[in-house]
């Protein structure tokens, strides 16, 4: 069975990261972390990005 990879993070200043649950960075599949997103743009990157 396959864990989710990717979740999400709200940032401090209210914006959202989507991070590796197992090496704590944010995601970066396209060469530019996925930090400081708004929360719906956050959540469908995170349903497309691959699991573990």
């Known amino acids: 069975m ?4 990717y979740d999400l993070r ?3 200043d209210g914006s959202w ?7 704590g960075q944010p995601a ?6 996925a930090e400081h997103l708004d929360q ?3 959540e469908d990157l995170a349903a ?3 699991y573990a």
């Open 17 to 23: 990261t989507v991070f590796d649950v197992f090496t």
């Open 28 to 33: 970066d599949e396209w060469g530019s972390p």
């Open 10 to 12: 709200r940032d401090p």
């Open 40 to 42: 719906p743009y956050a």
């Open 2 to 5: 396959s864990q989710q990879r």
């Open 48 to 50: 497309m990005l691959p």
